[in-house]
């Protein structure tokens, strides 16, 4: 085998995998536009609960099926985002948002990577002490 | 000395931060309907789709709704041990049959026994949309009020009743009173 045949095949197997990504949600898109696109929006943002790490755009569970036909309704009745992420928390939990609203169960959530930037500040101030007060020519460049 | 003061606490936070994490098991995400009232519904039967099973039914005594369906390993698991629970006359089982072939729902009860009241033919999934469910098997813990006690994921084994439910049943019982049939 050459490599411009695995090349080929490579090139082949990948196309292979966009038809299947792109047939995760067979359903015809809908009528308007702005309702697709706020429907794309919406199953991109929440979580498919049976295999977690999946949005329910990306994930092919029956479960993420169900879900995207109730969230394709809502927007066709005319549900507001809000009342479709309210209407899935009620019944799933914040855990059903990529994005879950700040409250008193989510905040280490959302406070650590400001703690974790404050500690590393922290760090680096105190680094940039040490060396300063170190005689140039000694220093030993950590 | 102190040098060594700042890595071991980020050690010690981290430490304490996968202690946690790492023994959480992510399959189990907890209800939010817990406390709350129970979904209400009403859908036909599995076995005889004329008749109606709903919330309503379910009111007035503290029951099990049980989701299952036959595509499902973990139904068939804990499938004995509510027969058992049937047989004993513990509690009263409801199920819910989740997107399920009736059909092989039905030959499912005939062969392996129907521990259930009655199951409820939930074949489009959007009843188990209002139950916030995700996996099967699950048990809820429905009280006499039509309130959700608790919800149980994966199969239903003598220990996790034991040791989940039946506490929960007796807090209940102290508050509501219950009747002498609802529970051992």
């Not at chain 1, 702005?34 to 329910?56: G, K, M």
Request: net charge negative; hydrophobic share 45%.
């Amino acid at each position: 085998m050459t490599y411009r045949s695995n090349f080929l095949i490579m090139i082949s197997c990948a196309a292979l995998m966009t038809s299947i990504v792109w047939a995760i949600d067979a359903e015809p898109e809908l009528e308007s536009p702005t309702l697709q696109a706020r429907y794309r929006l919406l199953i991109n943002e929440i979580r498919c609960l049976v295999c977690q790490n999946q949005s329910i755009a990306d994930s092919n569970a029956p479960l993420a099926s169900d879900l995207r036909r109730e969230v394709r309704e809502m927007i066709t009745g005319g549900s507001t985002d809000k009342e479709i992420t309210t209407f899935l928390v009620a019944r799933y939990g914040d855990f059903v948002l990529y994005r879950p609203p700040f409250n008193a169960r989510t905040w280490v959530l959302w406070g650590a990577p400001l703690l974790f930037l404050g500690v590393g500040f922290l760090v680096f101030v105190r680094i940039l002490r040490v060396r300063g007060n170190q005689p140039i020519d000694e220093g030993e460049g950590m | 000395m102190s040098r060594y003061l700042i890595p071991l606490m980020i050690l010690g936070v981290l430490a304490i931060f996968f202690a946690r994490g790492l023994t959480l098991n992510p399959g189990y995400v907890p209800s939010p309907l817990i406390g709350k009232e129970a979904p209400s519904f009403k859908l036909p039967r599995l076995k005889d789709p004329s008749l109606t099973l709903g919330s309503e039914d379910m009111l007035g005594k503290l029951s099990l709704l049980n989701v299952w369906a036959t595509w499902c390993v973990g139904c068939r698991q804990e499938h004995q041990y509510l027969n058992e629970l049937a047989q004993n006359n513990v509690i009263p089982i409801y199920g819910l049959n989740w997107k399920d072939d009736r059909v092989a729902a039905v030959n499912w009860l005939n062969t392996l026994g129907d521990p259930y009241v009655a199951s409820a033919f939930d074949g489009d999934g959007r009843v188990a949309i209002d139950w916030g469910v995700y996996g099967a098997p699950e048990t809820f813990l429905i009280g006499q009020d039509g309130s959700v006690i608790y919800k149980h994921i994966a199969p239903l084994t003598n220990e996790i009743w034991e040791m989940e439910f039946l506490p929960l049943i007796q807090k209940h019982c102290q508050k509501f009173s219950c009747s002498s049939g609802d529970l051992e």
